[in-house]
């Protein structure tokens, strides 16, 4: 039985269209060359050959071979069901002895065209309909009237015969004309951007569906060898879970401690500071103690290459690359000029849905920050993430790291407040040494101590000392000293 939808074959378009195409409908897909038209197109189309429908691909400006290389280059063929109708002009409206003189070629030239489609539809009866693409028949019309009446006419036809059409657009022409916006039951807009650095993005929006509710807004896709991929936007409202809240132990004593107890299971935490301070290593601190109590721990690291970094924590007595072959940790490379927001949401909602992570550590937003064109849009982009995290019960650190050393201090993007714990670390000197000062600043769930402590990263990994009750100052970079004895971590503590 064929369902109210056509599905288009590529599940995040699906997801943004609430399910599909409503059948027996036309819609418009428009974009600039090299936005993905023609691959949708083709996914369309292969998406109902293998529910065992007829298709059809009538091209005006491709010709047949150019399209079924296309679909070659994503590994496709196109199989008996999907027929390929390349429409070319008569042989006597290219022979200048035959032109008119009384009428214009491109009256009979367009009156030829929509015969040829009209046609093959009733050869072919199809159920899926692509005609690529209609600038050629705006170039024939020539005015907007005749183009408008000319849209219609193939819609009205296409109605009898029970077909899902998509007409593909490539907004060539002068003037942005919307006929088609208001004959189309549908249209989706695709676009691509150009980033100063790194690979281009792309994204769609769906501009109008009548009758039907979708997901507005933009979503990223890109086009890879298997095809269009389409990552809709992420809306945490739609998810909910319920889980049991326990608190987490980062396995240091002192650190939790300072953090009253540990840190909340479904929480977010921010750990802040300038570079060096390792932001990272007490992030990992806590998704290692997850990962050897059995659950499963994700880390996506944008600022440094993997195996360095694996090297380097394998060095403070942490042994990455054990967890990793236990199947507890996974360690993600990101790149940042390649990737979009959207995608990446994309990763880090399939590694939590499908392999059960429970503790999410991204480092950094500064890599983050980099990959996005706008701040705004970066703070929306977390702020839905961590929700979803929060709703999912997966526990997740963020680290970011601050401009300067001591003193006053500046982040790329402020997001303090959507996390429910901020870690901040802090250099300080005494003593005539550069010294490290942790301390939490909020905590949504709960109490927290209000000290600051000294600690160190040596070859056996974090040292948390005493709270540093004696001195004055520590946050500003130069404290005082107003005490008797001796807080201070000894080099044998390290």
């Not at 369309?44 to 280059?73: N, V």
């Not at 676009?191 to 997901?215: D, F, H, S």
């Not at 982040?411 to 010294?435: C, N, S």
């Not at 109490?447 to 540093?468: N, Q």
């Amino acid at each position: 039985m064929t369902t109210s939808k056509a599905a288009t074959g590529i599940e995040g378009l699906d997801d943004v269209l609430s399910g599909g195409l409503s059948r027996n409908h036309v819609f418009l897909l428009e974009g600039e060359p090299g936005t993905g038209k023609t691959t949708i197109a083709l996914q369309f189309l292969m998406a109902g050959a293998a529910a065992g429908e007829r298709c059809l691909y009538i091209t005006l400006s491709e010709t047949e071979q150019e399209l079924r290389d296309g679909a070659q280059s994503h590994g496709w063929s196109l199989g008996p069901n999907i027929d390929v109708f390349e429409l070319t002009p008569p042989e006597d409206l290219l022979d200048a002895e035959h032109q008119q003189s009384l009428l214009y070629s491109s009256d009979l030239e367009l009156g030829e065209a929509t015969r040829q489609i009209f046609e093959v539809v009733e050869r072919v009866r199809p159920s899926r309909v692509v005609i690529d693409s209609l600038s050629e028949i705006r170039l024939l019309a020539q005015a907007s009237l005749r183009y408008r009446r000319q849209i219609l006419a193939i819609k009205h036809y296409f109605v009898r015969y029970d077909a899902t059409v998509i007409l593909l657009d490539d907004l060539t022409a002068e003037h942005q004309d919307k006929t088609v916006h208001s004959v189309a039951h549908g249209v989706i807009r695709l676009q691509q951007l150009t980033p100063n650095y790194g690979a281009e993005r792309r994204r769609l929006r769906v501009l109008k569906y009548r009758g039907q509710k979708y997901r507005g807004g933009y979503h990223d896709f890109t086009i890879a060898t298997e095809g269009v991929q389409v990552f809709p936007r992420l809306i945490a409202a739609e998810y909910r879970a319920s889980y049991e809240s326990s608190e987490v132990s980062s396995g240091i004593p002192e650190l939790d401690s300072l953090l009253g107890g540990g840190i909340d299971s479904g929480s977010s935490t921010l750990i802040i500071g300038p570079s060096g301070t390792g932001k990272t290593l007490i992030a990992l601190v806590f998704g290692v103690a997850a990962a050897l109590r059995g659950e499963k721990v994700a880390v996506f690291i944008f600022d440094e290459e993997k195996g360095l970094l694996i090297n380097r924590i394998n060095k403070l007595g942490i042994d990455l690359a054990a967890l990793q072959a236990s199947g507890n940790l996974v360690v993600e490379q990101v790149d940042a000029a390649e990737l979009s927001p959207g995608e990446f949401s994309h990763q880090v909602r399939r590694r939590v849905d499908d392999e059960g992570i429970t503790t999410v550590i991204i480092d950094s937003l500064n890599g983050y920050h980099a990959a996005m064109p706008e701040e705004n849009a970066l703070v929306l982009h977390v702020h839905e993430l961590l929700l979803y995290l929060n709703r999912r019960g997966a526990s997740t650190f963020l680290t970011v790291a601050q401009h300067g050393l001591v003193g006053e201090m500046e982040a790329p993007v402020d997001i303090t407040y959507l996390a429910d714990t901020v870690i901040l670390l802090r250099y300080f000197e005494a003593m005539g040494k550069v010294r490290r000062a942790i301390s939490i600043i909020k905590k949504r769930t709960g109490t927290h101590e209000s000290s600051i402590r000294e600690y160190r990263i040596g070859g056996s990994g974090l040292k948390i000392g005493v709270p540093l009750d004696a001195f004055q100052g520590v946050l500003r970079g130069v404290p005082d000293y107003a005490g008797e004895s001796s807080p201070l971590l000894r080099d044998e503590d390290a």
